[in-house]
């Protein structure tokens, strides 16, 4: 039985992921690496380890720090997505009217900052249905380790096996996965090809969630 709903949020509740990859790439070129698109979305939602993993495997300025270029991409992406209108992935309101519906309490774990995330949320106008909000600034592995989410079912006083997560990222299934958690994978065509089978269930639409609990 399910007690308890954990979103992941890029490419989840939104869909930010060619943002945060054109900014990623942007950046990537500018430190002189380019990396392939096949390769980049792999790196979907590791948050600033994306960083470190980038500079042992190719080298880039020793004089720029994985946590800078983390701040100077949460910085760039932000004032992007602040410039357009953010709106909620179709089924996503839904899925949250009908988890409040049946009293199920709803959280957010995502490698995105907690000021972002909060923005977000208030931006697509489910702020006050989501009772908790974990982000990578608060763990000291991000996703595909299970840190998030064990961190977000204590929070929520839940068992880990009595949760379930909707992710997109092939990451993001393995964390879950590996917190004992019964995990929906969203198929969103914007976050790349990802490897979703490790998912419990793979859905078209968000609005496909609710079977589920």
Partial sequence: MVKGIIFDMDGVL??????????ERQMLLEL???????????????GKEFWNII??????NREVTAESLHEEK???????????????????IEVVAEARRRNIPL???????SHLIHLVLEAI??????????SGEEVTNNKPFPDIFL????????????????EDSANGVKAA?????????????????????????????????????
């Fill in 74 to 92: 949460h910085d760039r992406y932000l004032k992007a997505l602040s410039a357009n209108p953010i709106i909620a992935i179709e089924g996503v």
């Fill in 107 to 113: 959280a957010v774990a995502s490698s995105s900052s």
């Fill in 125 to 134: 106008g489910i702020d006050k249905d989501i009772s908790y909000v974990v």
């Fill in 14 to 23: 939104i869909d930010s992921e060619p943002l945060h990859k054109k900014i």
């Fill in 151 to 166: 961190r977000t079912a204590e929070l929520m006083k839940i068992d880990p096996e009595s949760c379930l997560v909707v």
């Fill in 177 to 213: 996965k590996d917190a004992g958690m019964f995990c929906v994978a969203f198929l969103n065509l914007n976050s790349g090809n990802q490897d979703l089978s490790n998912a419990d269930y793979i859905i078209n639409s968000m609005a496909e969630v609710i079977k589920y609990f």
């Fill in 55 to 60: 500079n042992n495997r190719f080298g880039y």
């Fill in 32 to 46: 002189g690496v380019d990396l392939p698109h096949d390769e980049h979305v792999k790196f979907a939602g590791v």
